[in-house]
Protein backbone atom coordinates (compact mmCIF):
# COMPACT_ATOMS: atom_id res chain seq x y z
CA UNK A 1 0.00 0.00 0.00
CA UNK A 2 1.58 3.30 -0.75
CA UNK A 3 2.26 5.78 1.93
CA UNK A 4 -0.23 8.43 2.29
CA UNK A 5 1.08 12.10 2.88
CA UNK A 6 -0.54 15.52 3.59
CA UNK A 7 0.82 18.76 4.42
CA UNK A 8 -0.34 21.38 7.23
CA UNK A 9 0.35 24.92 6.11
CA UNK A 10 0.17 25.82 2.33
CA UNK A 11 2.23 28.88 1.88
CA UNK A 12 5.23 29.28 -0.30
CA UNK A 13 7.49 26.65 0.81
CA UNK A 14 5.20 24.29 1.14
CA UNK A 15 5.47 23.11 -2.53
CA UNK A 16 8.96 22.80 -1.82
CA UNK A 17 7.62 19.85 1.14
CA UNK A 18 5.50 18.18 -0.97
CA UNK A 19 7.45 17.42 -3.90
CA UNK A 20 9.78 16.01 -1.10
CA UNK A 21 7.23 13.89 0.04
CA UNK A 22 6.24 12.81 -3.39
CA UNK A 23 9.65 11.97 -4.30
CA UNK A 24 10.31 8.90 -1.92
CA UNK A 25 8.92 5.94 -3.55
CA UNK A 26 5.22 4.98 -3.43
CA UNK A 27 3.78 7.79 -1.94
CA UNK A 28 0.30 9.27 -2.22
CA UNK A 29 -0.58 12.99 -1.47
CA UNK A 30 -4.00 13.00 0.31
CA UNK A 31 -4.19 16.57 1.75
CA UNK A 32 -3.57 19.62 2.24
CA UNK A 33 -4.18 21.90 5.17
CA UNK A 34 -4.53 25.68 5.64
CA UNK A 35 -7.57 28.30 7.05
CA UNK A 36 -7.01 30.62 3.75
CA UNK A 37 -8.12 28.76 0.66
CA UNK A 38 -6.28 30.32 -1.28
CA UNK A 39 -3.02 28.35 -0.62
CA UNK A 40 -4.21 25.03 0.26
CA UNK A 41 -6.48 25.40 -3.44
CA UNK A 42 -2.87 25.98 -4.80
CA UNK A 43 -1.48 23.09 -3.66
CA UNK A 44 -5.11 20.40 -4.51
CA UNK A 45 -4.86 22.27 -7.91
CA UNK A 46 -1.19 21.31 -8.32
CA UNK A 47 -1.04 18.41 -6.37
CA UNK A 48 -4.54 16.50 -5.75
CA UNK A 49 -5.69 15.68 -3.04
CA UNK A 50 -8.55 17.70 -0.73
CA UNK A 51 -8.32 20.79 1.06
CA UNK A 52 -9.25 21.14 4.42
CA UNK A 53 -9.23 24.28 7.12
CA UNK A 54 -8.06 22.59 9.65
CA UNK A 55 -6.33 19.04 11.17
CA UNK A 56 -9.44 18.27 13.08
CA UNK A 57 -11.52 18.67 9.71
CA UNK A 58 -9.09 16.84 8.19
CA UNK A 59 -8.57 13.84 10.61
CA UNK A 60 -12.48 13.20 10.93
CA UNK A 61 -12.18 12.33 6.82
CA UNK A 62 -8.59 10.82 6.68
CA UNK A 63 -5.93 10.35 8.62
CA UNK A 64 -2.27 10.36 6.47
CA UNK A 65 0.13 7.93 7.60
CA UNK A 66 2.76 10.93 7.24
CA UNK A 67 2.21 14.72 7.47
CA UNK A 68 4.62 17.95 6.79
CA UNK A 69 3.86 20.88 9.00
CA UNK A 70 4.99 24.16 7.35
CA UNK A 71 3.71 27.18 9.74
CA UNK A 72 5.32 29.59 11.56
CA UNK A 73 6.81 28.45 14.58
CA UNK A 74 4.49 29.92 17.10
CA UNK A 75 2.14 27.03 15.58
CA UNK A 76 3.75 23.96 16.37
CA UNK A 77 2.40 22.07 19.62
CA UNK A 78 -1.59 21.59 19.20
CA UNK A 79 -1.02 20.28 15.39
CA UNK A 80 1.66 17.68 16.07
CA UNK A 81 -0.77 16.78 19.71
CA UNK A 82 -3.97 16.38 17.58
CA UNK A 83 -2.24 14.35 15.08
CA UNK A 84 -0.52 11.82 17.00
CA UNK A 85 -3.27 10.82 19.36
CA UNK A 86 -4.94 10.36 16.36
CA UNK A 87 -2.56 8.02 14.85
CA UNK A 88 -0.34 9.55 12.55
CA UNK A 89 2.64 7.56 11.98
CA UNK A 90 5.32 9.85 10.96
CA UNK A 91 5.22 14.16 11.24
CA UNK A 92 7.98 16.05 9.84
CA UNK A 93 7.79 19.89 10.95
CA UNK A 94 9.85 23.09 9.93
CA UNK A 95 12.12 23.82 12.42
CA UNK A 96 12.67 25.64 15.13
CA UNK A 97 10.41 23.25 17.25
CA UNK A 98 8.62 26.13 18.76
CA UNK A 99 8.56 29.67 20.20
CA UNK A 100 9.45 28.02 23.89
CA UNK A 101 11.13 25.16 25.55
CA UNK A 102 8.01 23.76 26.70
CA UNK A 103 6.50 23.46 23.44
CA UNK A 104 9.41 21.07 22.32
CA UNK A 105 9.29 18.76 24.86
CA UNK A 106 5.51 18.62 25.06
CA UNK A 107 5.48 17.84 21.37
CA UNK A 108 8.37 15.23 21.88
CA UNK A 109 7.02 13.31 24.60
CA UNK A 110 3.27 13.23 22.93
CA UNK A 111 4.74 11.64 19.60
CA UNK A 112 6.54 9.51 21.71
CA UNK A 113 3.94 8.48 23.84
CA UNK A 114 1.81 8.04 21.12
CA UNK A 115 4.08 5.77 18.84
CA UNK A 116 4.56 8.68 16.36
CA UNK A 117 8.08 9.64 14.61
CA UNK A 118 8.96 12.88 15.11
CA UNK A 119 11.05 15.23 12.97
CA UNK A 120 12.16 18.73 11.96
CA UNK A 121 13.40 19.86 9.13
CA UNK A 122 17.55 20.65 10.42
CA UNK A 123 18.29 19.84 6.72
CA UNK A 124 22.20 20.75 7.31
CA UNK A 125 22.40 17.13 8.57
CA UNK A 126 22.04 15.76 4.78
CA UNK A 127 24.53 19.12 3.48
CA UNK A 128 27.47 17.38 1.39
CA UNK A 129 29.86 19.64 3.55
CA UNK A 130 28.65 19.20 6.69
CA UNK A 131 28.57 15.04 5.98
CA UNK A 132 31.97 15.13 4.60
CA UNK A 133 33.35 17.13 7.83
CA UNK A 134 31.46 14.18 10.04
CA UNK A 135 33.66 11.69 7.69
CA UNK A 136 36.61 13.35 8.35
CA UNK A 137 36.53 13.67 11.90
CA UNK A 138 35.32 10.06 12.29
CA UNK A 139 37.89 8.83 10.47
CA UNK A 140 40.55 10.75 13.01
CA UNK A 141 41.43 13.31 10.58
CA UNK A 142 42.23 16.36 12.91
CA UNK A 143 42.88 13.84 15.69
CA UNK A 144 40.54 14.50 19.04
CA UNK A 145 38.05 17.05 18.63
CA UNK A 146 38.55 20.34 21.18
CA UNK A 147 36.34 22.87 19.86
CA UNK A 148 33.50 23.78 17.54
CA UNK A 149 33.31 27.78 16.52
CA UNK A 150 30.43 28.79 14.80
CA UNK A 151 28.74 32.06 13.89
CA UNK A 152 25.22 32.79 12.35
CA UNK A 153 22.51 35.49 12.56
CA UNK A 154 21.17 34.20 15.93
CA UNK A 155 20.61 31.97 18.50
CA UNK A 156 17.05 31.21 17.82
CA UNK A 157 16.11 30.48 14.00
CA UNK A 158 19.80 30.09 12.91
CA UNK A 159 21.24 28.68 16.33
CA UNK A 160 19.18 25.70 16.33
CA UNK A 161 21.02 24.84 12.84
CA UNK A 162 24.13 25.40 14.60
CA UNK A 163 23.68 23.97 17.74
CA UNK A 164 22.26 21.00 16.15
CA UNK A 165 25.31 20.52 13.83
CA UNK A 166 27.86 21.25 16.90
CA UNK A 167 25.84 18.22 18.47
CA UNK A 168 26.01 15.91 15.15
CA UNK A 169 29.55 16.51 14.55
CA UNK A 170 29.96 15.88 18.19
CA UNK A 171 28.61 12.60 18.12
CA UNK A 172 25.10 13.59 19.63
CA UNK A 173 26.90 14.17 22.95
CA UNK A 174 24.41 16.01 25.74
CA UNK A 175 25.56 19.45 26.57
CA UNK A 176 26.40 20.21 30.09
CA UNK A 177 26.37 23.89 30.43
CA UNK A 178 26.18 26.93 28.69
CA UNK A 179 26.85 30.68 29.49
CA UNK A 180 26.14 33.33 27.13
CA UNK A 181 25.35 36.91 26.35
CA UNK A 182 22.61 38.24 24.20
CA UNK A 183 20.86 41.82 22.91
CA UNK A 184 17.31 41.51 24.15
CA UNK A 185 16.11 44.98 23.56
CA UNK A 186 15.36 45.69 20.29
CA UNK A 187 14.80 42.19 19.00
CA UNK A 188 14.96 41.49 15.22
CA UNK A 189 11.91 39.68 13.84
CA UNK A 190 11.49 36.85 11.93
CA UNK A 191 8.41 34.79 10.82
CA UNK A 192 6.69 37.11 13.62
CA UNK A 193 9.35 35.77 16.31
CA UNK A 194 11.31 37.99 18.10
CA UNK A 195 15.23 37.00 18.54
CA UNK A 196 18.56 38.61 19.36
CA UNK A 197 20.24 41.05 16.91
CA UNK A 198 23.74 39.81 18.74
CA UNK A 199 25.62 37.27 20.74
CA UNK A 200 27.63 35.27 22.08
CA UNK A 201 27.67 31.93 23.72
CA UNK A 202 29.75 28.96 24.98
CA UNK A 203 28.51 25.66 25.22
CA UNK A 204 30.62 22.65 27.40
CA UNK A 205 29.64 19.17 25.85
CA UNK A 206 29.46 16.06 28.48
CA UNK A 207 33.24 14.73 26.49
CA UNK A 208 34.86 18.56 27.57
CA UNK A 209 34.65 19.50 23.76
CA UNK A 210 34.13 23.41 23.75
CA UNK A 211 31.33 24.82 21.21
CA UNK A 212 31.08 28.81 20.82
CA UNK A 213 28.76 30.82 18.84
CA UNK A 214 28.55 34.58 17.28
CA UNK A 215 25.58 35.88 16.55
CA UNK A 216 24.31 39.11 15.05
CA UNK A 217 26.98 41.54 14.81
CA UNK A 218 29.05 39.40 16.88
CA UNK A 219 29.90 37.12 14.03
CA UNK A 220 33.86 37.52 12.57
CA UNK A 221 32.57 35.66 9.41
CA UNK A 222 28.97 34.85 8.33
CA UNK A 223 28.15 31.08 8.59
CA UNK A 224 31.56 29.90 9.15
CA UNK A 225 32.04 26.83 11.08
CA UNK A 226 35.36 25.53 12.35
CA UNK A 227 36.33 22.53 14.35
CA UNK A 228 39.20 22.12 15.99
CA UNK A 229 41.07 19.05 16.96
CA UNK A 230 44.51 17.64 18.43
CA UNK A 231 45.57 17.33 15.32
CA UNK A 232 44.45 20.17 12.57
CA UNK A 233 41.24 21.65 11.90
CA UNK A 234 38.16 21.24 9.31
CA UNK A 235 36.63 24.71 7.94
CA UNK A 236 33.28 24.97 6.58
CA UNK A 237 33.02 28.34 4.79
CA UNK A 238 29.30 28.47 4.41
CA UNK A 239 26.37 26.24 3.91
CA UNK A 240 25.79 26.67 0.67
CA UNK A 241 29.54 26.57 -0.63
CA UNK A 242 30.86 23.29 -1.38
CA UNK A 243 34.21 23.62 0.57
CA UNK A 244 35.48 21.93 3.31
CA UNK A 245 39.14 23.14 4.14
CA UNK A 246 41.26 21.14 6.09
CA UNK A 247 44.24 22.32 7.87
CA UNK A 248 47.38 19.96 9.64
CA UNK A 249 51.11 20.28 10.55
CA UNK A 250 51.49 18.35 7.23
CA UNK A 251 49.71 21.01 5.06
CA UNK A 252 46.99 22.31 3.41
CA UNK A 253 44.04 20.51 1.95
CA UNK A 254 40.68 22.00 0.35
CA UNK A 255 38.19 19.37 -0.65
CA UNK A 256 35.78 20.87 -3.53
CA UNK A 257 32.59 18.91 -4.13
CA UNK A 258 31.49 21.11 -6.49
CA UNK A 259 30.40 18.45 -8.78
CA UNK A 260 28.73 16.64 -5.55
CA UNK A 261 27.26 19.47 -4.33
CA UNK A 262 23.25 19.66 -2.93
CA UNK A 263 21.64 22.73 -2.78
CA UNK A 264 19.09 23.46 -0.10
CA UNK A 265 15.93 22.70 -1.60
CA UNK A 266 17.56 19.36 -2.13
CA UNK A 267 18.96 19.14 1.12
CA UNK A 268 15.18 19.48 2.75
CA UNK A 269 14.19 17.08 0.46
CA UNK A 270 16.71 14.49 1.60
CA UNK A 271 15.67 14.83 5.08
CA UNK A 272 11.80 14.54 4.25
CA UNK A 273 12.81 11.50 2.31
CA UNK A 274 14.82 10.05 5.35
CA UNK A 275 11.74 10.89 7.80
CA UNK A 276 9.52 8.74 5.52
CA UNK A 277 12.16 5.70 4.93
CA UNK A 278 12.39 5.75 8.86
CA UNK A 279 8.74 5.19 9.52
CA UNK A 280 8.35 2.41 7.22
CA UNK A 281 11.24 1.00 8.56
CA UNK A 282 10.69 1.78 11.99
CA UNK A 283 14.09 3.29 12.70
CA UNK A 284 15.23 6.67 14.34
CA UNK A 285 15.88 9.64 11.64
CA UNK A 286 18.95 11.77 11.41
CA UNK A 287 16.20 14.26 11.85
CA UNK A 288 14.90 13.20 15.21
CA UNK A 289 12.73 15.35 17.60
CA UNK A 290 15.46 13.73 19.78
CA UNK A 291 18.00 15.75 18.82
CA UNK A 292 15.92 18.88 17.55
CA UNK A 293 14.91 18.76 21.41
CA UNK A 294 18.86 18.75 22.27
CA UNK A 295 19.18 22.07 20.15
CA UNK A 296 15.92 23.84 21.44
CA UNK A 297 17.61 23.42 25.35
CA UNK A 298 20.89 24.94 23.88
CA UNK A 299 18.82 27.89 22.35
CA UNK A 300 16.72 29.15 25.82
CA UNK A 301 20.00 27.77 28.10
CA UNK A 302 21.72 30.68 26.18
CA UNK A 303 19.10 33.21 26.20
CA UNK A 304 18.15 31.91 30.32
CA UNK A 305 22.06 32.97 30.63
CA UNK A 306 21.53 36.25 29.37
CA UNK A 307 18.93 36.90 31.92
CA UNK A 308 20.45 35.51 34.78
CA UNK A 309 23.91 36.69 34.10
CA UNK A 310 24.93 32.80 34.80
CA UNK A 311 25.95 29.62 33.89
CA UNK A 312 23.12 27.62 33.03
CA UNK A 313 23.44 23.84 33.69
CA UNK A 314 20.97 21.59 31.59
CA UNK A 315 18.53 20.47 30.93
CA UNK A 316 16.98 24.23 31.64
CA UNK A 317 14.33 23.94 34.84
CA UNK A 318 11.31 25.21 34.03
CA UNK A 319 10.04 26.58 30.62
CA UNK A 320 10.87 29.84 28.97
CA UNK A 321 9.25 31.38 25.85
CA UNK A 322 10.67 33.81 23.65
CA UNK A 323 8.27 36.35 24.59
CA UNK A 324 9.62 35.76 28.11
CA UNK A 325 13.28 36.67 26.78
CA UNK A 326 12.47 39.78 24.67
CA UNK A 327 9.38 41.09 27.28
CA UNK A 328 6.80 41.11 24.29
CA UNK A 329 4.20 39.52 26.15
Not at 80 to 95: D, L, N
Request: glycine share 8%.
Amino acid sequence: MPTTVAIIGCGKRSVMFVEAMLAAKDTTFVAAVDPFPEGRDKIVEQFGGKGFDSVESMLAEVVPDFVCMVTRPNVRLEPITTCAKAGVKGFHSEKPTGDALGVARQSHAVATEHGMKLTYSHQRRFNANFTKAKELIDAGTIGEVKHIDTNCDNFYDWGTHWFDMMHYLNNEEPAEWIIAQAQRTDPKMVFDQPMDRCGVGVVHFKNGVIGSMHTGEAQSQHTRFCVEGTEGRIVINGCDTPIVDVWKESGFERIDMTDDSENHHHQVAQATIDAINCVREDKESRCSSRFALAATECIFASYASAIRGERIHLPLEGDLSLADVFNTK
